[in-house]
């Protein structure tokens, strides 16, 4: 989304959702440049095939600041077709070259243009890893269960040098299907946040959501509430880890992790600590009115487009909340969706009835996250970057704030200059061989690691030789 997402989020009207495709299924990422009155826009797709034969698909724009914009794919044979309803565009064509290419035409109001996507080489993310330096800390990969869902999850644990025990964190990802990096194009959020924290005397845990890589279950059928105990069964995990202190263990969220980690943190068995990255504080459908309205700011809708959107969207919410019975209100929303769009087949719109009425839909409408606040005691950090499209920090740090009013241990801050993936400004990126790479905010990680440091024990890797002494276990004056 304009994250992003991690858009990141699925937003509930538009999410993604595909055909069980005959051929091999695609997996990756296609680039291509549109032609534009006045210049041309870089358009980044993702595809990623889940177990149930179904996609996870996103578009990303940089130049519009558009990340994780849902996408809706049909695949036939050669033909695709994609549909990005928020942004009233479409891609029509045929899977050229093995896969390699995709090729052909791009509609959306006032323009249709041809379009050549082309798969994004993985050749650097190869030779990088090839060419890696061992990090100074130990890391392996691990499987464990849910045993509420009997579900195996696979992840990667670090660990730094040295006899332990270590404070521990357990990272929660944002909406969508994501792998253990939360990786974004070339950004691998989760990836980095782990390298740094293990490197300053913290292990990490990250893992893939289910139905993704190594582990388990389906994704479309899981709920917010299923994911708090995916995260309780990591932390158990960690507990029983001969090298990690188990009486400090802690989440740290984004986007819908936050809130997840928050939920946690109200259950027996809490963590230690939460760190909140850009939670929602706000009500699940008014999120997801906030992030669609938002959509259409950035691509120049006009008023009449904006309210046709509103009032489709409380539609579409009334009926899901109001009835109950699945079949019924896949009914009554496919049949909506046809009346506000006569160009939409019927399995198309059925299709997408099925995903508005998914178990994660109907948790996420009514979701209010300060329902549970007051039952919060470990310290909580919640970070937002000001420059967040998807999650806005004046919105939804002060509710959070005043829903955690009754716990002593609580820091709010909002980032300059930090996006919803806690990314700086572009201008700020480091360059690696002549090319901007995009990086976590340096001033997030500083603030995440001096505020972690304050509520943990130093292991006594702290005094491991200067090769792979660790430094952030003393937070920063």
Excluded at 121 to 144: Q, V
Excluded at 180 to 197: E, S
Excluded at 210 to 232: C, K, N
Excluded at 459 to 469: C, G, M, R
Aim: positive net charge; charged residues 20%.
């Amino acid at each position: 989304m304009l994250r992003a997402l991690r858009l990141a989020l699925f937003l509930l009207l538009f999410l993604p959702y595909a055909l069980r495709a005959a051929d091999a299924p695609l997996n990756g990422q296609w680039q291509g440049p549109l032609a534009v009155p006045g210049g041309s826009l870089d358009l980044l797709i993702t595809l990623v095939p889940l177990s149930n034969g179904s996609y996870y698909a996103s578009l990303d724009v940089p130049k519009q600041k558009i990340s994780r914009m849902p996408v809706e794919v049909e695949l036939k044979g050669s033909d695709i077709t994609l549909k990005i309803d928020q942004a009233g565009s479409s891609f029509a064509g045929q899977v050229l070259e093995g896969g390699r290419v995709l090729k052909g035409i791009w509609k959306q109001p006032g323009l249709t243009a041809p379009l050549t996507l082309e798969r994004r080489t993985t050749p650097t993310a190869s030779a990088a890893a090839l060419t890696r330096l061992t990090p100074p800390y130990r890391e392996e990969n691990i499987k464990f269960s849910d045993p509420t869902a009997k579900v195996s999850l696979g992840g990667t644990l670090t660990i730094p040098a040295g006899p332990g025990p270590f404070p521990a964190v357990v990272l929660v990802s944002d909406s969508g299907p994501q792998e253990r990096d939360a990786a974004v194009q070339d950004y691998r959020m989760f990836g980095m946040l782990a390298d740094y924290l293990t490197r300053r005397g913290v292990a990490v845990l990250r893992f893939d959501d289910r139905g993704v890589g190594e582990s388990g279950g389906r994704y479309f059928t899981t709920t917010t509430a299923d994911l708090v105990t995916d995260a309780q069964a990591a932390m158990q995990y960690l507990r029983a880890h001969n090298l990690i202190n188990h009486r400090e263990i802690g989440l740290i969220g984004h986007g819908e992790g936050a809130n997840v980690a928050l939920l946690a943190a109200a259950q027996p068995q809490p963590p230690t600590f939460v760190v909140a990255l850009a939670g929602y504080g706000q009500p699940g459908r008014e999120v997801l009115l906030h992030q669609q309205l938002e959509i259409m700011r950035l691509i120049g809708a006009d008023q009449t487009q904006v309210k046709a959107a509103i009032e489709l969207y409380e539609r579409m919410v009334t009926i899901i909340r109001q009835t109950p019975n699945d079949n019924q209100a896949r009914g009554k929303v496919a049949g909506t969706l046809r009346l506000n769009n006569t160009n939409i087949d019927p399995t198309m719109a059925r299709a997408r009835a099925i995903q508005l009425t998914s178990p994660w839909s109907r948790y996420f409408l009514d979701f209010d996250p300060l329902r549970s606040l007051s039952d919060v005691r470990c310290p909580v950090l919640a970070l937002n970057g000001a420059d967040d499209l998807q999650v806005g920090a004046a919105t939804n740090l002060p509710l959070l704030q005043k829903g955690l009013k009754d716990n002593h241990d609580v820091t709010v801050k909002k980032l300059s200059g930090v996006n919803h993936l806690f990314q700086p400004d572009p201008q700020e990126w480091p360059l690696v061989n002549g090319q901007q790479q995009p990086n976590f905010s340096p001033k997030a990680l500083d603030t995440i690691r001096e505020w972690i440091a304050k509520r943990t024990t130093p292991a006594p890797s702290s005094a491991a030789p200067a090769t792979n002494k660790t430094k952030g276990n003393t937070a920063s004056k």
